[in-house]
């Protein structure tokens, strides 16, 4: 099978999240299965085009005008990556905004990405079976595939995947023109949401089949309380929505051998020389305390907001442990968690930024990975953690509740910390459950750790579903 993946960012070229993450491993999976795959994404300013080929030089009709394009390729394990070039779209320092600000413009540049994979892919002679796109920023594919691109691909199926309800793409109505679309379309039925254009409406609309990223986010997405307005949709198409989890690049997460962590290990026994090393690095004091590990978009979304509480509460009572924070995101969070960190200078560590090597540093360090959201479509950092031997603590909700099982008398084989209810007592109780296992049974613990880093996480399976899907659609 010939599949087009078009997603807005590709790890290893562009990342604010687990969706590069996704764009970058599924292929891979895919092709090992034997498929052919070609990833389609924005050339972003971060990404050295001395190191891509030119594949094309393409008009795409766009914004009432012809804007002329050149497409770059590279290929890496038999996978091809193709990147559209727009100067004045890309080639800025952010891949959507400044911090918590979009670009104005992102309902054009985004809706030009969708156009120019389509036009692209009628250049360069492709002819996918399964053009597979991503979240809002490639929804409109859907949209214009079935539009204008019906007799250049007669036979091409789509598969949209969701990767957070929570960002929609959601536009004033008067980019219809720009973006080329037909005012027919500006319906309930169709793109309008509330008198404005919702790209991922659209998306979904559109699509042959819809999936999201974990079963227990395709059911949550269904009701009012996950549904951001848009679960009358979902459950209107819920026979074309199903729910696949992620996987993790296994070679890319590796405590064997991981360059950016100071120490390779393969027991977890071995990782308190790594604790040691990021406790100098981060100026802590090097003591075998509990250290917890947040790597995460400083968002509501990822639970920050009662985790800052919860610190608050445990470091004022004098708690013996150790919090090294990664991430960036909502002011107000961003200072709360100053706040803490300047008052608990030797238990606290805090990182506002983006920051691969370090992140591959905490997940190796740490005992536990906090991961408290209110919801979370998959997540990836729980399946990271598993891999260095790290505990999860996550909040039962998502991709989060499918994948960790709570520590307790009554669960066999536990994996971490899951607790049930949206509240910092909860996760403060949670976290003191956690350092007394690190303080009082350290075999236990040892033994959870060898568990997790056993378990399979990786995409070899999760692709198949993927595969089983394609089929099912193309027929
Ligand atoms: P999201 O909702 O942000 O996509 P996921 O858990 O699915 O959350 O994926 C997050 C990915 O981004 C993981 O690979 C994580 O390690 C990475 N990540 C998040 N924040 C940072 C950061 N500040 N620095 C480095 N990597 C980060």
Redesign the pocket.
């Known amino acids: 099978m010939n599949i087009v993946l078009a997603s807005s960012e590709v790890f290893p070229f562009s ?5 590069a ?1 996704v764009a970058g491993a599924l292929p891979k999976a895919l092709v090992q299965n034997g498929l052919k795959v070609s990833v389609f994404s924005p050339l972003y300013k971060s990404i050295d085009k001395t190191h891509l080929t030119l594949a094309n030089n393409v008009d795409i009709g766009f914004d009432n005008r012809t804007i002329n394009t050149n497409i770059y390729k590279t290929s890496i394990d038999a996978c091809d990556f193709y990147f559209v070039e727009n100067e004045a779209y890309f080639n800025r320092d952010h891949l959507y905004g400044i911090g918590a600000h979009d670009y104005e413009d992102n309902a054009l540049r985004f809706g030009f990405f969708s156009k120019a994979i389509l036009d692209s892919l009628k250049a360069l002679g492709i002819k996918p079976d399964v053009l597979h796109s991503n979240d809002w920023q490639s929804a409109l594919v859907n949209v214009y595939l079935k539009l204008f691109y019906k007799e250049t691909f007669p036979n091409t199926k789509t598969v949209f995947t969701i ?2 309800l929570g960002y929609q793409g959601v536009f004033d109505k008067y980019y219809m023109n720009n973006l080329g679309l037909p005012w027919e379309l500006f319906t309930i039925d169709g793109l309008e949401y509330y008198d404005k254009i919702n790209f991922l409406k659209g998306g979904i609309v559109f699509a042959d089949a819809v999936t999201t990223v974990s079963k227990t986010y395709a059911q949550e997405i269904q009701t009012p309380e996950y549904g951001f307005g848009l679960d009358g949709l979902l459950r209107k198409f819920s026979y074309k929505l199903s729910g696949i989890v ?1 996987g993790i690049d296994v070679d890319v997460w590796d405590p064997k051998t991981d360059k950016f962590i100071d120490y390779n290990f393969n027991d977890p026994k071995d990782k308190i020389k790594n604790k040691t090393a990021i406790q100098k690095l981060l100026n802590l004091p090097t003591k075998n305390v509990p250290v917890f590990g947040i ?3 400083l968002a509501a979304q ?1 639970g920050m907001d009662i985790f800052s509480k919860s610190i608050k509460e445990l470091l004022e009572s004098h708690t013996d442990a150790q919090f090294i924070i ?3 995101g909502e002011n107000d969070i961003e200072e709360s968690l100053m706040q803490i960190s300047n008052i608990y200078k030797d238990k606290v560590s805090l990182n506002l ?4 090597p ?2 591959h540093k905490i997940y190796a360090s740490s005992d536990f990975f906090v991961m408290p959201s209110k919801y979370e ?5 729980q399946m ?1 953690a598993y891999r260095y031997g790290t505990l999860p603590i996550v909040r039962a909700t998502g991709g989060l509740k499918d994948t960790v099982k709570n520590y307790s008398n009554r669960v066999k084989n536990p994996t971490g910390f899951v607790f049930e209810k949206y509240d910092s007592q909860e996760l403060t109780k949670t976290l003191k459950k956690a350092i007394d296992l690190f303080n009082n049974k350290k075999d236990e613990l040892l033994k959870i750790a060898q568990h997790v880093m056993q378990l399979d996480y990786s995409w070899k399976n999760q692709a198949k579903e993927y595969i089983k899907l394609y089929k099912k659609i193309y027929g």
């Open positions: 990342k604010t999240g687990g969706l993450d990767h957070n992620n790597v995460s978009r990822k990664l991430g960036s930024k983006f920051d691969e370090l992140a479509p998959c997540g990836l950092g990271i």
